[in-house]
């Protein structure tokens, strides 16, 4: 089982992301480092705006030049900093993976110029207090879907890193 961890900073980036949009499915890109085994922390998210009340379109090309930058932080140490997957919100719904979301995962997982052995789906909302909950699925090329688990981490100063909104 993979454990997906969001420091209070990347949680907090995407709750105010949540609070902005309403309504409006958002989502994004996760970029992540391998810590431990089947563990791994997002390093840097996109945000990417393009959503509606019941859909999230996402476009993997929208994000590519924040990924060749998080690459060149990471000094191209691809086994320990890569592209994890993706993370869009279910604001009026419970934050599970819907059927259409299963099948784009599996389309990126099995999409041999994307080179993944697996994929990362984080589904997001605010509850009725404001606060951040979500579950994450791991998706793998023979089509099979596993629960991940999933570590909100609260903000521990006031800085906030900057992560890019396309």
Known sequence: ?????LPGEVSKAISTALGKAGAREIGGVLMAEHVDHNE????????HRR????SFVRRIEDAVGRLRLFFDRARHDYTRFNYLGEWHSHPSFT?????????????????QTVGANFAVLLVVKLDAHGQLVGTAHTYLPDGSKGRSVVRFEQLRDATIIRHEEV
């Open 95 to 111: 934050p599970e993976p819907s059927t259409k979301d299963d099948l784009s995962m599996l389309q990126i997982v099995q999409d």
């Open 40 to 47: 791994f922390v997002v390093r840097d998210i996109t945000i």
């Open 51 to 54: 959503g509606a009340f019941a």
């Open 1 to 5: 089982m993979l454990t997906l961890v």
